[in-house]
């Protein structure tokens, strides 16, 4: 069968308008986060504990009423060696032995400014055995429900940091 003139107008109209709203359904869907600022505090006590407190500010958009995950690698060389978790409390995964930590919160609504995200580890956690000064990096990323159907949103760039542990008490 041939389509002359307005049928074939009618035709690509539909598949155009099918396409605009598949469009308009999956942007609607995505999430996407972008980081503003991250900063890193040594020496700081968090519930008893001395140690590194990451703070990051983000744009979150997309995100409501899902669950949204702030998580920090840490390395001793940025895209090399990440540092490796021996008593599996600040473990990545079963599978990765990285030292990691993050935080977790509900988004409220689409459009978000996340001001001042914290996540902490205990500098003992970074297992940094010998007393002198240490010059590591934080990698953030963060993540829409968190798990075997989460989404991958951003990550930040390697954030180095120093960390004195010839007096981690004081």
């Known amino acids: 069968e041939r ?30 986060a972008e ?19 990451i703070h990051a500010d983000f744009d979150l958009t997309g995100a409501k009423d899902k669950g949204v995950e702030c998580q920090a690698i840490f390395y001793a060389i940025p895209g090399k060696r990440a540092l490796h978790d021996t008593n599996d409390r600040y473990r990545l995964s079963p599978s990765l032995n990285y030292i990691a930590s993050s935080t977790y919160f509900k988004a409220k609504s689409n459009d978000m400014q996340v001001d001042d995200c914290t996540i902490f580890i205990p500098t003992e956690e970074l297992h940094l055995k010998n007393p002198r000064k240490y010059k590591i990096y934080v990698k953030l990323s963060i ?16 954030v180095p940091f120093v960390i004195d542990m010839t007096d981690i008490n004081g």
């Not at 107008?9 to 308008?17: A, G, L, M, P």
């Not at 993540?143 to 390697?158: C, M, R, V």
């Open 3 to 32: 389509l002359v003139g307005s049928e074939m107008c009618i035709r690509d109209s539909y598949i155009t308008v099918i396409a605009a709203v598949l469009l308009c359904v999956l942007s609607a869907t995505a999430s996407t």
């Open 35 to 53: 980081f503003k600022r991250i900063w890193v505090v040594t020496n700081e006590t968090h519930k008893g504990e001395k140690g590194v407190m």
């Open 143 to 158: 993540y829409t429900n968190p798990g075997k159907t989460g989404e991958f949103l951003t990550e930040s760039d390697y």
